[in-house]
């Protein structure tokens, strides 16, 4: 079965990118995959020096949070569509590299032109730039009808 993934960081950029992606797998009789990718750490408190088991702690509460955020997105998105095979997933690593990773077995990748992050103007994130040129498999990056 042909596979589409789409990269979700929460942000409505994603939320429409899904939605967009949503309609293409029905289209093509495809199953999607929305990807949410965290790093362990990035963000964590500032603990000082901690054990192994914090640490252990922090990543298994990371990687929950993570999964969470991407299954929330897609019961918002997909809601229960039948027509369409929706899995979520979690993957530790880069947003990019972890996208590009995935994209070795799908036949489309989908992105937000941007995201979550905070500069305005941009016309496209990093992580969209880095997928336009390193994906394996052709890339939509969608745009929002109502970005400047
Ligand atoms: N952590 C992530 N996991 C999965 N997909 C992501 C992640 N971060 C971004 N994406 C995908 O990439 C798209 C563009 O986001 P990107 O991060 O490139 O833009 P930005 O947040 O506006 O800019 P930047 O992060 O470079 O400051 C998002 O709409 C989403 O589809
Ligand atoms: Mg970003």
Do not use: N
């Not at 009789?29 to 990807?35: C, F, N, R, Y």
């Not at 229960?80 to 993957?91: G, K, T």
Request: aromatic share 2%; proline share 4%; glycine share 10%.
């Amino acid at each position: 079965m042909e596979r589409i993934v789409v990269g979700a960081d929460g942000s409505e950029a994603s939320k429409d990118a899904l939605r967009w992606a949503v309609d293409e797998a029905r289209l093509r009789g495809a199953e999607l995959v929305a990807l949410h990718a965290w790093e362990p750490l990035l963000g964590a408190p500032d603990v000082g020096p901690a054990s192994r088991i914090d640490l252990v702690e922090l990543v298994t509460d990371a990687y929950e949070e993570a999964l969470q955020l991407v299954t929330g997105i897609v019961e918002e998105v997909v809601g229960d569509d039948e027509a369409v095979e929706v899995s979520a997933v979690a993957v530790e690593g880069a947003a990019a590299s972890a996208l590009i990773d995935a994209a070795r077995d799908a036949s489309l990748l989908v992105v937000g032109s941007r995201g979550h992050g905070g500069f305005e103007g941009l016309l496209l994130g990093s992580v969209s730039q880095q997928v336009a040129g390193h994906s394996p498999c052709p890339v939509v990056i969608h745009r929002r009808p109502d970005a400047g």
